[in-house]
């Protein structure tokens, strides 16, 4: 009889001790990551598969690499309907930074490093303006976009690389 809740006791115990957390972290074989100017792929060979589909925006997250999101385009003011693009992204020597509009009287950019200095500012004069980045070292940037009344217009988060 006091056999029972012993062995109870060893299931119920063992059960509770040997419990798993489930962590984003992976020990895998393999794996790289490759990116253009609008899309990035990461993969990792050996590690399980969870699923997330979904259409209307093309999200797709596998595995557990879903931790690690990188934001390109910080600020977005909408209500000016200005059409401001900035690529390649990620680059090596520079960027390009078009900017749709007639009138582009003093409109301008400021670039930051991610201390909050800043590191180059510049007239937007023309649709398509070459930011040069091949004096910086690689990291993250930040590029703002300004109206002539010194309002955000938008802001982008520029990856440099080698």
Not at 72 to 82: C, F, G, Q, S
Not at 94 to 111: A, C
Request: proline share 4%; charged share 15%.
């Amino acid at each position: 009889m006091k056999k029972i809740p012993l062995i109870l006791f060893m299931v119920f115990g063992f059960n509770i001790a040997y419990c798993q957390n489930l962590k984003p972290d992976v020990i895998a074989t393999a794996g790289s990551f490759y990116a253009n100017s609008t899309n990035s792929v990461s993969w990792t060979i050996g590690e399980c598969i969870p699923e997330t589909f979904s259409n209307s925006g093309n999200k797709l997250t596998q595995g557990f690499q879903q931790g690690i999101y990188d934001i390109n385009t910080l600020a977005d003011n909408t209500e000016t309907r200005i059409a401001i693009n900035l690529f390649p992204n990620p680059t090596a020597d520079f960027v390009n930074l078009e900017i749709h509009l007639q009138d582009k009287k003093g409109y301008f950019y400021q670039l930051f490093d991610l201390e909050g200095n800043c590191l180059k500012n510049g007239k937007i004069t023309s649709e398509k303006s070459v930011i040069n980045m091949s004096d910086f070292s690689n990291s993250a940037y930040i590029l703002n976009v300004f109206a002539p009344d010194q309002k955000l217009l938008k802001s982008f988060k520029i990856i440099k690389t080698n």
